[in-house]
T-cell receptor
Framework: DAGITQSPRYKITETGRQVTLMCHQTWSHSYMFWYRQDLGHGLRLIYYSAAADITDKGEVPDGYVVSRSKTENFPLTLESATRSQTSVYFC???????????FGSGTRLTVV | AQSVTQPDIHITVSEGASLELRCNYSYGATPYLFWYVQSPGQGLQLLLKYFSGDTLVQGIKGFEAEFKRSQSSFNLRKPSVHWSDAAEYFCAVGGGDYKLSFGAGTTVTVRA
């Protein structure tokens, strides 16, 4: 099915573990984004990518790593998870010619 | 730096009544403005967007928004609310780099 898919939907991990959140889109959109959503903060940009092999930091990048070897995939890795990274993570994509994000359904991550 | 303020954290409205959600933005150039809606447990869906031209923008689900440059505002309105409009609403501002900054959101409760 066409769209933007995030996996897993739910994840519980322990402090200090590495965890990777996956994001896959089928439209070949140029831009992809990772946001985290926390109560009272709305959505805050973690990392974004303008194209394959081009990534840049957003507002809250510390503790996160991204890669984009293929246009359709944009995984987000927490190198050593901390409790403060407990959040809902949203991936989004956008095309240059039609500016306006399409969001995935989110991953709810709990770090214990 | 770009930013968005949504002054109302929570609004309760009766079914059939009108709704207005406030959004104030800060952006150094001509902004691109968006409203998104999020139902519980879901990703964000684009309601409408403003790039240029007519300052009154029509969106999906009967929503409209008005861009007022002099007030740095982009308020969302709906003439008659339905119970299905209960959700969280986010205003966002961006520019040519395709990065959006989101407000903290306004939760709308619809009472019968």
């Amino acid at each position: 099915d066409a769209g933007i898919t995030q996996s897993p939907r739910y994840k519980i991990t322990e402090t200090g573990r590495q965890v990777t959140l996956m994001c896959h889109q089928t439209w070949s959109h140029s831009y992809m984004f990772w946001y985290r959503q926390d109560l009272g903060h709305g959505l805050r940009l973690i990392y974004y990518s303008a194209a394959a092999d081009i990534t840049d930091k957003g507002e809250v990048p510390d503790g996160y790593v991204v890669s984009r070897s293929k246009t359709e995939n944009f995984p987000l890795t927490l190198e050593s998870a901390t409790r403060s990274q407990t959040s809902v993570y949203f991936c989004a994509s956008s095309e240059r010619s039609n500016y306006g994000y399409t969001f995935g359904s989110g991953t709810r991550l709990t770090v214990v | 730096a770009q930013s968005v303020t949504q002054p109302d954290i929570h609004i309760t409205v009766s079914e059939g009544a009108s709704l207005e959600l406030r959004c104030n933005y800060s952006y150094g150039a001509t902004p691109y403005l968006f409203w998104y809606v999020q139902s519980p447990g879901q990703g964000l869906q684009l309601l409408l967007k403003y790039f240029s031209g007519d300052t009154l923008v029509q969106g999906i689900k009967g929503f409209e928004a008005e861009f007022k440059r002099s007030q740095s505002s982009f308020n969302l309105r709906k003439p008659s609310v339905h119970w299905s409009d209960a959700a969280e609403y986010f205003c966002a501002v961006g520019g040519g780099d395709y990065k959006l900054s989101f407000g903290a959101g306004t939760t709308v409760t619809v009472r019968a």
